[in-house]
């Protein structure tokens, strides 16, 4: 069959049948509000099949676990999504859900059915160890930030991160003393080696080098800290007369 518009629900039964029944299974179609039931001995799969992966399909699965533990969504293959951001948080809910996925592929000549996510018990333990950096990096923003300066929900305004943070304390630094060295900055502004590092990426552009070691402000820092006016005009209030350069 040629594009993913022309599939319909009835078009994913025949592989999805052919799949099961080489596994041995008896497949019968529209049992008891179910699309698909596979059974071989006392083992029953019940398949619900959708032209796309949504929550409606999501939530009929989810209610089909009340009456099996193996349950699977049955959608079209679309390769263009496949490795796309929003896929893959979709397949960690299916897993999370213990729900199986069964990617279609329906063409004029040979049609076939892949198993993508097995239903089975979802090790949640092993889940979060996989995620101990991105954990991690989340306390150490949290224990390094000064204060909350961010409104939950923000998705124009610019993110105030520890980074950000650092960054702003370094310009306010040179906003009062001008060209300086880094081992004065980290001194003024009590910052650790991080400091260096962000003068070196100047990930904003709000720094120049003047020479080896020695920074000053760039032409772009001050309309851009304009947006953090208030905290940065509370750090140079805090670092004016600390140190004698």
């Known amino acids: 069959m040629g594009k993913d518009e022309k599939l319909n629900e009835t078009s994913l039964y025949n592989p999805v049948r052919s799949y099961f029944e080489n596994l041995g299974f008896t497949v019968n179609s529209e049992v008891m509000n179910c ?14 099949m959708k032209t796309s992966l949504n929550l409606d399909v999501i939530l009929q699965a989810v209610q ?6 193996l349950v699977y969504i049955a959608v079209p293959r679309k390769n263009k999504i496949l ?8 397949c960690h809910l299916l897993r999370r859900l213990e729900l199986g996925l069964l990617l279609v ?13 097995e239903p089975v018990i979802f090790d949640r333990k092993k889940s979060l160890n996989s995620s101990k950096k991105r954990r991690k990096a989340i306390l150490n923003e949290i224990h390094e930030r000064s204060a909350e300066y961010n409104i939950g929900g923000s998705n124009r305004k610019k993110l105030l991160t520890s980074y950000r943070e650092t960054a702003i304390k370094i310009a306010a630094v040179l906003s009062l003393y001008g ?15 991080k400091a260096g590092r962000i003068l070196i ?16 402000l760039s032409q772009k820092a001050i309309p851009d800290l304009l947006e953090f006016s208030e905290l940065f005009e509370y750090y140079k209030k805090q670092y004016k007369g600390k140190n004698q350069i």
């Open 64 to 69: 089909r676990q009340r009456l099996t533990e």
């Open 35 to 48: 699309d698909v039931t596979a059974v071989k001995d006392n083992t029953l799969i019940i398949v619900e």
């Open 105 to 117: 592929t329906i063409n004029n000549h040979n049609s076939f059915v892949e198993e993508a996510i």
């Open 179 to 193: 060209p300086c060295r880094v081992k004065f900055i980290k001194e003024t502004a009590e910052l650790t080696d």
């Open 83 to 90: 490795h796309t951001r929003r896929w893959k948080n979709i």
């Open 201 to 216: 990426d100047n990930h904003y552009g709000w720094f120049k080098r003047e020479e080896h070691g020695v920074y000053s």
